[in-house]
Nanobody, 125 residues
Framework: QVQLQESGGGLVPAGGSLRLSCAAS????????IGWFRQAPGKDREFVGV????????YYARSVRGRCTISRDNAKNTVLLQMNSLKPEDAAVYYC??????????????????WGQGTQVTVSS
């Protein structure tokens, strides 16, 4: 079992940047792919991106591709989501989630077993 805690959310102007952090504790961190999701009020949860447990592969949703970068530091049990050129439509609660070893890549949404409590990102226009 792994516990996840997001941080780094806040208010940023459109066009600005923000870096979110996901800190993990508990089970062996390197056994998990770590994904980022977001949910805006009145909308379904949306996949943002994911990083493989090795850190050598990432996959992003089309809506953020080219503007977001996910990285991980396994020594620090941390995954970062760097977001640039933020748009008002990026405003949401952002969650990190952990999927245990998966044979498929990227993991399916239903394969994420553990979730953080989320951090709010607000983008002013």
């Amino acid at each position: 079992q792994v516990q996840l805690q997001e941080s780094g959310g806040g208010l940023v102007p459109a066009g600005g940047s923000l870096r979110l952090s996901c800190a993990a504790s508990g089970d062996t961190f390197t056994q998990y792919q770590i994904g980022w999701f977001r949910q805006a009020p009145g909308k379904d949860r949306e996949f943002v991106g994911v990083i493989r447990w090795t850190g050598d592969s990432t996959y992003y949703a089309r809506s953020v591709r080219g503007r977001c970068t996910i990285s991980r530091d396994n020594a620090k049990n941390t995954v970062l989501l760097q977001m640039n050129s933020l748009k008002p439509e990026d405003a949401a609660v952002y969650y990190c989630a952990a999927a245990y070893y998966t044979a498929n890549w990227p993991p399916l949404d239903g394969q994420y077993d553990y979730w953080g409590q989320g951090t709010q990102v607000t983008v002013s226009s």
